[in-house]
């Protein structure tokens, strides 16, 4: 049973509009939550993260929002470039257990 | 460039064979980690070592055995593998501690499995 959950395997977005990806989540002991990015042939690299003592944290074009009572958070990307495609791993961790949970990834796809 | 480097990136072994992938970390890092990636699945983690003692196993069947003989250094032995375990296995570090280890990670590129 996956604890967290990325319903969209794919995602495709035309450059200079926004990206919105999606990550839904089960364990309400989840108290930290961080998106990564990998490129074809790379490793996973950090991207943004958010405590949930917050509900939005933003660097530059990203921005993610948590939403603790629908157990969900989505990470925006304004304006997305073609430099953006890769896949997108949300991951959660709680205190009882500092593993990391991963989930499956979106593909997003930036079009010209 | 992210200070974690892998090698092999690809290896193609039979199911009888011994080969072992190696993670060099240049960080500074004192906890270490193996991931396996297979196709549109989460990565799961299979082990992790605080200053280089194991601290988790995540149910990995014998055939993988990793050793880590310093807080740089981490390989995974492998040993009659099943063409199932074919994957993308990724090497990650951090800065060990409790809240620490849910921080960033820093990746290698990853060794390409193919067991045939």
């Known amino acids: 049973d996956q604890q967290v959950k990325q319903n969209s395997p794919s995602l495709s977005v035309q450059e200079g509009r926004i990206s919105i990806l999606n990550c839904d989540y089960t364990?309400?002991?989840?108290?930290?939550f961080l998106w990564y990015k990998k490129y074809p042939a790379e490793g996973p690299t950090f991207l943004i993260s958010?405590?949930?003592i917050k509900d939005k944290n933003e660097d530059g074009r990203f921005t993610v929002f948590l939403n603790k009572s629908a157990k969900h958070l989505s990470l925006h990307i304004v304006p997305s470039q073609p430099g953006d495609s890769a896949v997108y791993f949300c991951?959660?961790?709680?205190?009882?257990?500092?593993?990391?949970?991963w989930g499956a990834g979106t593909k997003l796809i930036i079009k010209p | 460039e992210t200070g974690v480097t892998q090698t092999p990136r690809h290896l193609v072994m039979g199911m009888t064979n011994k080969k072992s992938l190696k993670c060099e970390q240049h960080?500074?890092?004192?906890?270490m980690y193996w991931y396996k990636q297979s196709a549109k699945k989460p990565l799961e983690l299979m082990f992790v070592y605080n200053f280089k003692e194991q601290t988790e196993n995540n149910s990995v069947p014998s055939r993988f055995s990793p050793e880590c003989p310093n807080s740089s250094h981490l390989f995974l032995h492998l040993h009659t593998l099943q063409p199932e375990d074919s994957a993308l296995y990724l090497c990650?570090?951090?800065?060990?501690?409790?809240?620490?280890?849910?921080?960033?990670?820093?990746f290698g590129e990853g060794s390409r499995l193919t067991v045939l």
């Open positions: 960080l500074g890092h004192n906890a």
């Open positions: 991951a959660a961790s709680g205190r009882s257990n500092y593993q990391l949970i």
């Open positions: 990650a570090s951090s800065q060990a501690g409790a809240r620490a280890n849910t921080g960033e990670l820093f």
């Open positions: 958010i405590s949930s």
């Open positions: 364990n309400s002991m989840f108290d930290y």
